[in-house]
Structures are given as C-alpha cells and as structure tokens.
C-alpha cells in the first residue's frame, strides 16, 4: 500500500512535506517525497490518499489490561474469571490501538492472560497494538498487588518466577521494588518491598536471558536500591518517603549514567492530582519531573491504564502533563514514540518512520508539532501494515 500525507513526521521534531510511506507487508519499504515514492510504485498498488500528518504510531509504556480502569478494579478484577477477564482485556486492547497506540508495554496481569492476548493480536486473530508482557510481576507476600499471583520471598522464588515469566514469554519482566496506593492493607508507597540482593537476582536472571527489568517504585529508598541494582525502567519513580518527598541527584545523575529510563505513568487526568493531594504537595511532585527533565534523565510516555481513573484511550491527555512543565510538542511526541521504543528494546523495529521498522502509522488532523490536541483528531490506525478505524477519544 502508498500512503501519502502531507506532512510525515521522519525524525524528532522534522516532517517531509507532501510525502509518501510505501508498505510491503507488516512492514515500512520506503519513505520519501510522494513524487519519487509515486513513481516507483505499480498502478495496481492500493494507495491511501491523505493531507493531514502521518506519524509513527504511539506507545504506551505502561498499562495493565487486566484491570477495567474503574472505581475499583481490583474487586473488579477479583470478580471477574479468566474467560471474562480475557474477553475485556480483548476490548480493551482495541480501545487503545483505536486511539493511536499501536505498542504497548503491560506491566502486570493474571494467569498470563496478557500473553494469551498478544498472541491473538500478533495472528491477527484479535485488534490491537502489539504488546509487550510482564506477565505475572514479583511482589512480596501480601505486598503490592500481590492478588495478581506474583508472591515470592528469597531469592530462589524470585529466580524461579522470573524464569517462568520468561518462558511464558515475557519481554519484560516486573518487579514491585515498593509498595503502592492501589493494594488495599498492603505495604504504603514509599516501602520498600525487596532486599538488595534480592532486586540484583532478578535483574540478574532477567539480563541472562536478555529481557530487561522495570521497577515499580515509589520510595526514594526503593527507587535507590533499583537503580543501584541495574534496572532498566523506574516505573512511577515520585521519590516519597513517609514524610513527604527526597529527591536525590546523586541517584538521578546514576540514572542518567546508567541509561536508565524513567516511566512517570501519568494518570490521563493529571489534574485532578491537586484535589488529591493538595496543591502544594501535587506541584512538588509535578516539579520532580521536570527536575529530572531538566537533569537530562531519559523519561517515556506511560499512563498505568486500567488503574483508577486511568482509561484505555487517555495517553493524548496524559501527555498534556509534558506540555503542562514546559516541554516542546517534539520532546513529547518523541516520549511516545521513538524514545519509548528504544526504553521497551524495540528502536530498531517501530516508533519511527523508516524503512525495515514496522508498518505502524497514525494519520491525524492538524498539526501535533504545532498542537499536541492534534493527536486526538484520528483519521486512521495502522498497525504493521493493516489499517483500522478510528474512535473518538473522549476521556
């Protein structure tokens, strides 16, 4: 198929004017001017004809299919069995893919469903972006979310589960370095949750196989021992303690020497955080993130979809929060596609427009570089090569 735009967005922050995007298969055979790309295509080629902008799908760094984003989606989960639960998480996935997100990194579900789904979508069997799998997330016993089956205690059960996930086929593997406000009775945020030498078993085992490892935390100490362990991705990382919030810049210039990344998982309706918190402790914690920003840490466009408030189609809204600390549209843009790709190990295969990466496209209204708002005007999703319809985004 040809599709022509007339913008497409090829580098950070760069469109080609009036260009032209050739796809042979799942994947991307040539990108260039539409005169050049024309030519060389045959008249029986199927175009798709389109003067908007055309930019490389969205990623989603961190969502959990399992959980309905409700008001309590843990009863909900607890509630549900694994043949509804599966059938949501189906619908769920295509809520997301429809609103621009054609990968997305889930951090933790039950039973192994989430690697039951992206088998479906990877057949074509089932709609939705490609997913990449935590599968069951280690947490300690009674610790954070510890419901999702994921209980492990010493380091020979912490070894024996990730080994598991990874043979489920997990691309990723969880661990909850702290507790966290979503598990009812459970360790508070800022706790801790693993030893240090318990976190260096997992990254170790991980790493072996090559998969990397992301660390939900929200401690300081927590986000400490991550880092000092070798993580890949801080989840969260919102540096509480139980009396407020120690943001550390010997530990932020490790993370930058360490080339680790920094997922905040933005809830969609960040705003609503000052009611939550308070106006003054909310705009602390808005201003942790722009410290690390303005540090030079490597951060990636999450939006913890399925926990409370957190839909399925918010990840335009959550990035609003990017723009809200004064980052560039570029900067942003460049969070949920290219440097989220290159955080979840996949660079060299999506999260650009290029040729050899993956056919995955979101053709918009407007101009995104000009008005991130732009994001939600979907035209049409392609997702390695097959083309969806759009829904309306409203959340």
């Given at each position: 198929m040809l599709?022509?735009?007339?913008?497409?967005?090829?580098?950070?922050g760069?469109?080609?004017?009036?260009g032209?995007?050739?796809?042979q298969?799942?994947?991307?055979?040539a990108?260039?001017?539409r005169?050049?790309?024309?030519?060389?295509?045959?008249?029986?080629?199927?175009?798709?004809a389109?003067e908007?902008?055309?930019?490389?799908?969205?990623?989603?760094a961190?969502?959990?299919?399992a959980?309905?984003?409700?008001p309590?989606?843990?009863s909900t989960?607890?509630?549900?069995t694994?043949?509804?639960?599966l059938d949501?998480?189906?619908?769920?996935?295509?809520?997301?893919?429809?609103?621009?997100?054609?990968?997305?990194?889930?951090?933790?579900?039950?039973?192994g469903l989430?690697?039951r789904?992206?088998?479906?979508?990877?057949?074509?069997?089932t709609p939705?972006p490609?997913?990449?799998?935590?599968?069951t997330?280690?947490t300690t016993?009674g610790?954070h979310c510890?419901?999702?089956?994921?209980?492990v205690s010493?380091?020979a059960?912490?070894?024996?589960?990730?080994r598991r996930?990874?043979e489920?086929?997990?691309?990723?593997?969880?661990?909850?370095?702290t507790?966290?406000?979503?598990?009812?009775g459970?360790?508070k945020?800022?706790?801790s949750?693993?030893?240090a030498e318990?976190?260096?078993a997992?990254?170790?085992?991980?790493?072996?196989?090559?998969?990397?490892v992301a660390?939900?935390?929200?401690?300081?100490d927590?986000?400490?021992?991550a880092v000092?362990?070798?993580?890949?991705?801080?989840e969260?990382c919102t540096?509480m303690?139980?009396g407020?919030?120690?943001?550390?810049?010997h530990?932020?210039?490790?993370i930058?020497?360490?080339?680790?990344?920094?997922c905040?998982?933005?809830?969609?309706h960040w705003?609503?955080?000052?009611?939550?918190?308070g106006e003054e402790?909310?705009a602390?914690?808005?201003?942790?993130?722009?410290?690390?920003?303005?540090?030079?840490v490597?951060?990636?466009?999450?939006?913890?979809?399925g926990v409370?408030?957190?839909?399925f189609?918010?990840l335009?809204s959550?990035?609003s929060?990017?723009?809200?600390?004064?980052?560039?549209?570029?900067?942003?843009?460049?969070?949920?596609t290219?440097?989220?790709a290159r955080?979840l190990?996949l660079?060299?295969?999506?999260?650009?427009?290029?040729?050899g990466h993956?056919a995955?496209?979101l053709?918009?209204d407007?101009?995104p570089?000009a008005n991130?708002?732009a994001?939600?005007?979907?035209?049409?999703?392609f997702?390695?090569?097959?083309r969806?319809e759009?829904i309306?985004?409203?959340e």
């Amino acid at each position: 198929m040809l599709i022509t735009g007339g913008r497409v967005l090829v580098d950070s922050g760069t469109y080609l004017q009036d260009g032209a995007i050739l796809i042979q298969g799942d994947s991307i055979a040539a990108v260039g001017p539409r005169e050049k790309i024309a030519e060389q295509v045959d008249a029986d080629v199927p175009r798709f004809a389109f003067e908007g902008t055309v930019l490389p799908g969205l990623i989603d760094a961190h969502v959990h299919l399992a959980f309905d984003g409700g008001p309590d989606p843990v009863s909900t989960l607890q509630n549900s069995t694994d043949d509804v639960l599966l059938d949501d998480m189906r619908r769920r996935a295509e809520q997301l893919l429809l609103s621009g997100v054609t990968t997305a990194r889930d951090l933790g579900d039950r039973s192994g469903l989430v690697l039951r789904l992206a088998a479906e979508i990877t057949a074509h069997r089932t709609p939705g972006p490609m997913i990449i799998s935590a599968g069951t997330p280690l947490t300690t016993p009674g610790g954070h979310c510890h419901f999702l089956g994921g209980e492990v205690s010493g380091e020979a059960e912490i070894r024996d589960l990730v080994r598991r996930n990874l043979e489920s086929g997990a691309g990723v593997i969880k661990i909850m370095a702290t507790g966290g406000g979503l598990t009812k009775g459970g360790p508070k945020s800022n706790e801790s949750q693993f030893s240090a030498e318990e976190l260096a078993a997992v990254v170790d085992e991980a790493h072996t196989a090559g998969v990397p490892v992301a660390a939900h935390a929200h401690g300081s100490d927590g986000i400490t021992a991550a880092v000092e362990a070798g993580v890949d991705t801080i989840e969260h990382c919102t540096w509480m303690t139980d009396g407020g919030l120690d943001f550390r810049p010997h530990v932020v210039q490790q993370i930058i020497d360490k080339a680790i990344t920094v997922c905040p998982a933005v809830s969609p309706h960040w705003q609503m955080l000052p009611k939550l918190f308070g106006e003054e402790r909310a705009a602390a914690m808005f201003d942790l993130v722009r410290r690390m920003a303005d540090a030079g840490v490597r951060l990636v466009a999450g939006t913890d979809a399925g926990v409370q408030r957190a839909g399925f189609s918010g990840l335009v809204s959550a990035l609003s929060f990017y723009s809200h600390l004064g980052m560039s549209n570029g900067t942003i843009i460049d969070m949920a596609t290219s440097e989220a790709a290159r955080a979840l190990g996949l660079g060299a295969t999506t999260g650009r427009i290029a040729p050899g990466h993956r056919a995955d496209l979101l053709l918009v209204d407007g101009d995104p570089l000009a008005n991130l708002d732009a994001l939600k005007d979907v035209r049409a999703v392609f997702a390695a090569g097959l083309r969806h319809e759009p829904i309306a985004t409203a959340e």
